[in-house]
């Protein structure tokens, strides 16, 4: 039985592409791009005039000024724009979106099938907003896996994906999917979320590395969105945390702990944890603690902003007792993060997006940010290279540099004057295929123009090959200009 439902999301994802087909593969291409302003992600200092070299899939150089393209080479003309690397969001739920009607009817009449259908929409909407990477933190099932090989494979367009699958809790805790339901009440597709006691905990961790999670996600405190459980109270114990930590590192594995109350926090810190997500209850002992681990806080303002909107309005599209505690939580969630970032906290971008915020409106937490005190280049830091430190994928993603994955977005003005810019993406590049281009979100490069000349491109998401570029000029250049 448990082989069974664990296949669910393959065969909703062959369904998918009996449907629609799969894109055709990606090709090697050559690229040099004009950066009229680049922010590199790797410092604050904006630079202006200069040249991006990408080959295949990867950055080949950066360069100052605007060099000339070499035989074969692609122009990208980005010189009224605003360059800067992919944007990362280190919290997501890509296989969850809000229901229409009532949230407990649809956990009981959907199952890991639909969610694995609808993740592919939220896959695509997020990439196109400039978010090539991202950390999903809980899905049913596999689904998540299932969803990361199929971008991978080519098969369907989304972001590089980190997964952790079900996180793991106590019997009654905020990961515990039976939580105000009648006794007796549950699904195949619910296994794997409920631990109690350190062996458990260890075997969990273990075979969600077997299965295919990246890192592993703990929930020592209770939630907001979930019935009947307190976010102030510690739920796990401290042995069953530092379990958790210590099976996850053993196999090279990050943690994440969702963590509300200061109790759960700290010794979730204490554990050994990489991050913090919320932090809401935090106090200055809580905060020093943090900074002196080296723990990450995983702010997620706008869940907590869109939390507090849907119970102002529509309390009756969240669980039972979830509106009240919005209310009570929320403004604390939001209050924290600029205590956290003048206390000196290590701040990852991460927006919780699950439905309470419509995924591809990841951008919207830059402006929380800097209206709970951050920069917009420490907001920006923090979707870009503190997001890669926190994924331990430093050395491919998160700045503009040679050898590093060729993803690049593009804004028209300036986010460093105006941080909504990157809530107005105007191209995604990911792993050197370009995925949109224009105002429209659906927009894909479909021509490149060199002269008087027009040469088509390829479908969306698709490399083009060096004979579709040549018999263009005497240097075979061809010319993109937004």
Same mark, same amino acid.
């Given at each position: 039985?448990?082989s ?13 592409? $009996?449907?629609?087909?799969?894109l055709?593969?990606?090709?090697? $291409?050559?690229?040099?791009?004009? /950066? ?6 790797? @410092? +604050?200092?904006p =630079? ?7 080959h ?12 000339? /393209?070499?035989?074969? =080479? ?21 296989t ?12 009981? %009449? ?8 609808? @993740?592919?929409?939220? *896959?695509?909407?997020?990439?196109? *907003?400039?978010? %090539? %990477? ?15 090989? #199929? ?5 369907? &367009?989304?972001?590089r ?29 619910w296994?794997g ?5 350190a ?18 996600k ?8 979930t019935?009947?459980?307190d ?19 053993? !196999? ?32 200055a002992?809580?905060?020093?603690n ?33 509106a ?10 939001? #209050?924290?993060?600029?205590? /956290? ?16 915020? #419509? ?22 830091? /923090?979707?870009?290279?503190n997001?890669? +430190?926190?994924?331990? $994928? ?13 993803? !690049? ?10 941080v ?22 659906s927009?894909?490069? =479909?021509?490149v123009?060199?002269?008087? =000349? &027009? ?28």
């Open positions: 039985m448990v069974t439902y664990r296949m669910r999301p393959l065969f909703a994802a062959a369904i998918f592409f $009996a449907l629609v087909g799969p055709s593969p990606a090709v090697a $291409a050559d690229y040099v791009i004009y /950066a009229g302003t680049l922010l590199d992600g790797a @410092s +604050d200092r =630079q202006h005039e200069v040249s991006i070299a990408v295949g899939d990867r950055i080949l150089s950066v360069k100052p000024g605007y060099i000339q /393209a070499t035989n074969g =080479q692609t122009v990208i003309d980005l010189k009224e724009f605003t360059v800067l690397p992919g944007l990362i969001d280190t919290h997501v739920h890509i969850s979106g809000l229901p229409k009607g009532d949230p407990v009817a649809y956990r009981l %009449t959907h199952n890991s099938l639909d969610i694995a259908l609808a @993740s592919v929409r939220s *896959a695509r909407a997020t990439l196109l *907003a400039g978010f %090539t %990477t991202i950390r999903n933190l809980g899905a049913p099932a596999g689904t998540d896996v299932a969803l990361k090989r #199929a971008i991978e494979e080519g098969s369907i &367009i989304g972001p994906m980190w997964v952790s699958m079900e996180p793991l809790g106590p019997s009654g805790g905020h990961s515990d999917p039976s939580n105000g339901l009648a006794s007796g009440l549950t699904s195949d597709d296994g979320a409920v631990v109690d006691g062996d458990e905990v260890i075997k969990e961790v273990r075979r969600h590395h077997k299965l295919g999670a990246d890192l592993i703990i929930m020592p405190s209770g939630g907001v969105t019935i009947g459980d976010p102030n109270n510690q739920t796990m114990t401290e042995a069953e945390m530092a379990a958790a930590v210590g099976a996850a590192h053993a !196999l090279g594995m990050k943690v994440a702990a969702h963590a509300h109350g200061k109790l759960a926090i700290d010794a979730a810190v204490t554990a050994g944890v990489d991050s913090i997500e919320h932090g809401s209850f935090a106090d002992a809580s905060l020093r943090m900074k002196a681990h080296g723990t990450y806080l995983v702010p997620t303002l706008l869940v907590a902003y869109s939390a507090t909107e849907m119970a102002k309005t529509h309390p009756e599209r969240m669980n039972p007792s979830a009240k505690k919005a209310l009570e939580v929320s403004p604390h969630t939001i #209050a924290l993060l600029g205590e /956290a970032y003048r206390a000196g906290v290590k701040i990852a971008f991460g927006t919780d997006t699950s439905g309470l915020s #419509a995924h591809g409106d990841n951008a919207r937490e830059f402006t929380l940010l800097v209206k709970a005190g951050m920069t917009p280049a420490a907001a920006i830091a /923090a979707a870009t290279r997001a890669a +430190d926190l994924l331990g $994928a430093s050395n491919m993603i998160g700045a503009v540099r040679p050898g590093f994955f060729a993803d !690049l977005i593009a804004v028209k003005g300036d986010p460093l004057a105006d909504t810019e990157l809530e107005r993406i105007r191209f995604v590049m990911k792993g050197g295929v370009v995925y949109k281009s224009g105002q429209a979100a927009r894909c490069v =479909q021509e123009r060199f002269e008087s =000349q &027009i040469v088509k491109m390829p479908p969306c998401g698709v490399r083009p090959t060096n004979a579709s570029k040549g018999k263009v000029g005497k240097d075979s250049t061809c010319v993109s200009s937004l």
